[in-house]
């Protein structure tokens, strides 16, 4: 199983910016992020696939994260500009052996291994 381990979560006020880091053991074929609220489902935010073209952003953070891997160090990033209130949550990263596509990106039993989450707090 792959061991996955985010870092760079903390706290910012809105319109800020942050940039979160999984550091995974091995090379996996698709990575993502996705966050949960107290109360909430967790749900994808981003994802990233060895197929080809295939990155997807939820619609309530398009425009304002970006989501990039280096194969070379393992390591799946996600930067956030412009940060609401309403993205406060744990943020989790999990990785796929299969090359997922968008249609299945952000399902998360398509996923083997999670990170422990690390928190992002944003105040108005």
């Known amino acids: 199983q792959v061991q996955l381990q985010e870092s760079g979560g903390g706290s910012v006020q809105a319109g800020g910016s942050l940039r979160l880091s999984c550091a995974a053991s091995?090379?996996?074929?698709?990575m993502g992020w996705f966050r949960q609220a107290p109360g909430k489902v967790r749900e994808g935010v981003a994802g990233i696939s060895s197929r080809a073209g295939v990155t997807v952003y939820a619609d309530s953070v398009k425009g304002r994260f970006t989501v990039s891997r280096d194969n070379g160090k393992n390591t799946l990033y996600l930067q956030m500009n412009s940060l609401k209130a309403e993205d406060t949550a744990t943020y989790y990263c999990?990785?796929?052996?299969?090359?997922?596509?968008?249609?299945?990106?952000?399902?998360?039993?398509?996923?083997?291994?999670w990170g422990q989450g690390t928190q992002v707090t944003v105040s108005s």
């Open positions: 999990a990785s796929s052996s299969d090359s997922l596509s968008s249609a299945t990106i952000f399902f998360s039993n398509a996923y083997n291994s």
């Open positions: 091995r090379y996996t074929n698709s």
